[in-house]
């Protein structure tokens, strides 16, 4: 997955994960890590210093 597929899904994602309660969003969290390839602080990370908007 490119970096443009990653990021439009996580755009795709954004949403229900803002709706999400905590066990919810580590679900969401666990799931965009395994489809991703990607450590699972990773898109902590990557949605603290970007907008997403």
Do not use: D, T
Not at 11 to 24: H, V, W
Not at 25 to 41: D, G, H, T
């Amino acid at each position: 997955m490119g970096h443009h597929e990653r990021k439009a899904y996580l755009q795709a994602i954004l949403k229900r994960y803002r709706k999400a309660n905590k066990f919810e969003k580590a679900q969401i969290l666990n799931e965009f890590c395994s489809v991703c390839a990607y450590n699972p602080n990773g898109p902590f990370h990557f949605s603290r210093q970007r907008s997403l908007s």
